[in-house]
């Protein structure tokens, strides 16, 4: 398996989100490594997109959504669950991945909690820390393309974008 680079993340949040449907998240743990990989995730794009963070402008919360493609957003909701975010696109214009599901654990809330991550990882150079990256082994998935959930708050079109990537499961 190869890391995954800047040149991945610093495209379109539209690119980058269903590309990292299969590829895997790698932690390291208490001197362990670990793999999982990545079955569900959401795309926000910038500050037009009413249900992305940046709509409100650049805050001290958002800020680094406004770094280039590669760095990690994470945010409290609910004031218990971890949201992970990945940072896209070039530096100055928002976007981001929300990591919604691993296999085996569906859910953003369950699966910040099942890995552990929290607030320590806001800013985290994905594509050059000690702890946490992404991994391609080049293996493709067929994925389904569905709107987002928990964002009619936005209004249209944002609630009815298909911007929810997961992956697909054929029967054989």
Avoid at 29 to 45: G, P
Avoid at 117 to 139: A, M, T, V
Wanted: charge should be negative; aromatic fraction near 12%.
């Amino acid at each position: 398996m190869i890391k995954l680079e800047y040149d991945f993340f610093i495209r379109d949040v539209l690119e980058v989100a269903p590309e990292l449907i299969g590829k895997y998240l790698f932690l390291k743990k208490d001197n362990v490594d670990h793999l999982y990989m990545i079955t569900e995730v959401e795309a926000y794009r910038g500050e037009e997109d009413l249900a992305c963070h940046a709509s409100k402008g650049r805050t001290s919360r958002t800020e680094i959504m406004y770094t280039r493609g590669g760095h990690i957003y994470v945010y409290l909701i609910y004031g218990m669950y971890w949201m992970f975010n990945i940072v896209t696109g070039k530096e100055d214009d928002p976007q981001a991945v929300l990591i919604r599901g691993i296999e085996g654990i569906k859910g953003p809330g369950k699966l910040t909690k099942y890995l552990g991550l929290d607030g320590s990882y806001y800013g985290e150079d994905i594509c050059n820390s000690s702890r946490i990256e992404i991994r391609d082994n080049n293996i493709f998935h067929p994925i389904t393309i569905t709107q987002r959930i928990g964002i009619e708050y936005a209004g249209e079109p944002w609630a009815s974008n298909l911007w929810r990537y997961v992956i697909r499961n054929d029967p054989k």
